[in-house]
């Protein structure tokens, strides 16, 4: 909880602002929390308002984690909690941050010609390789379940 200032209201600023193609990223906006001022003027209410933030991003969290073994959106639900946190926590905007950056690292090596020509080139094999495999299992058994489930 602590955005780096003692001033009630004050937020802090990421030390390392970059510039890429002349436009300046997330970290000019500032870092801390983004209640509203008459929230943050008050030292009971700001602190009432952080617990029930953290309180929901937690159960949004726990239901993605709950949803990962299951079938539907667990990491993009985990993310929407870290969203919500990041509303009011430094550590969470922080935790956002890197992930963006590695997300976009991953999504530019992944249009790298090289990368993608090994990718598919890695995809064809692997399906020659089921391919040739199930064609032996065709071949060694035909459409036959190799157990006998009819003298059960």
Known sequence: ????????????????????????????????????????????????????VFVI????????????????PGWVIIFAGMAVWATEFVWAQLVLRWTKRKVTEAAQRALDPKVRRRNIILTTIGLVIVGAILAFYLWKFGFVMPWKIKDQ
């Open 57 to 72: 991003g937690l159960a949004i969290v726990v239901a993605g984690i709950i949803l990962l073994p299951l079938p539907g």
């Open 1 to 52: 909880m602590n955005t780096g200032s003692n001033e009630p209201g004050d937020v802090a600023m990421a030390a390392d602002e970059t510039e890429v193609d002349g436009v300046k990223d997330d970290s000019e906006q500032g870092l801390g929390s983004r209640a509203p001022e008459f929230i943050k003027a008050r030292r009971a209410l700001h602190l009432s308002w952080q617990v029930g």
